[in-house]
């Protein structure tokens, strides 16, 4: 089975801190991607990456960073994290090279910034 | 720009009851594929169906079936005999990756739950 996992599934954090959410993946999968998942909004692409420190701008790339080191491994970096990035983050992986393939998610991350 | 519309934020059925999810997209592309994701409460987001824009027959996978009408850009799903397990949050998902113009469109989701 293939398997994403996330670092965390609750983070706290404070305005202006420094956040970094790690993804993993265990299929030598190509692409991995960053979502964030807000009620009322869906799913929104932030970032993704389709080979070792490639990476993509997505839709909502503003107040992110991304990090893909090993193929394995993608990290979603928040440089100072505000009120406005409380939310669900999604990882995941797969898609294939035209992006038609299955994409697999981790449980998510739910981070809240006071 | 491309857009993903559900327009049902919410739906309730009983349980073996035939239900059926809308969506509709907008693009000028021609290839392109659609795909049904399923977010149980507190579960991690599955595949549940995909649907290559070229391929006029529907997908089907086991009690789930889709009705692409591709001049009409409407990519519903029918879930036949729904069970309690279907109940989740459904998402209808628009991907393309041509010469580096990519796209990745998520609807906003509809809630589904199952009867007993």
């Known amino acids: 089975d293939v398997k994403v996992t996330q670092s965390s599934r609750y983070l706290v954090k404070r305005t202006g801190e420094k956040v970094f959410l790690e993804c993993v993946q265990d299929m030598d999968h190509e692409n991995m991607f960053w979502y964030r998942q807000d009620p009322g909004l869906g799913l929104r692409l932030i970032y993704f990456s389709y080979d070792v420190k490639m990476k993509e701008k997505g839709d909502i790339p503003e107040g992110y960073s991304v990090s893909r080191e090993k193929k394995e491994r993608f990290s979603l970096i928040l440089e100072s994290a505000s009120t406005n990035q409380t939310s669900m983050y999604l990882c995941?992986?797969?898609?294939?090279?035209?992006?038609?393939?299955?994409?697999?998610f981790g449980p998510g991350t739910r981070l809240t910034v006071l | 720009a491309q857009t993903v519309t559900q327009s049902q934020p919410e739906m309730s059925v009983q349980e073996a009851e035939t239900v059926t999810l809308s969506c509709t997209y907008d693009t000028s592309e021609s290839n392109y594929y659609l795909f049904w994701y399923k977010q149980p409460p507190s579960r991690q987001m599955i595949l549940v169906i995909r649907?290559?824009?070229?391929?006029?027959q529907n997908a089907t996978e086991n009690r789930f079936s889709v009705n692409f009408q591709k001049a009409a850009k409407s990519f519903s799903l029918k879930i036949s005999d729904s069970q309690l397990g279907d109940t989740a949050m459904y998402f209808c998902?628009?991907?393309?990756?041509?010469?580096?113009?990519?796209?990745?469109?998520f609807g906003k989701g509809t809630r589904l739950h199952i009867l007993p």
């Open positions: 998902a628009f991907m393309k990756r041509t010469n580096r113009d990519d796209k990745i469109i």
């Open positions: 649907q290559e824009a070229y391929k006029q």
């Open positions: 995941a992986s797969g898609g294939g090279a035209t992006f038609t393939d299955t994409q697999y």
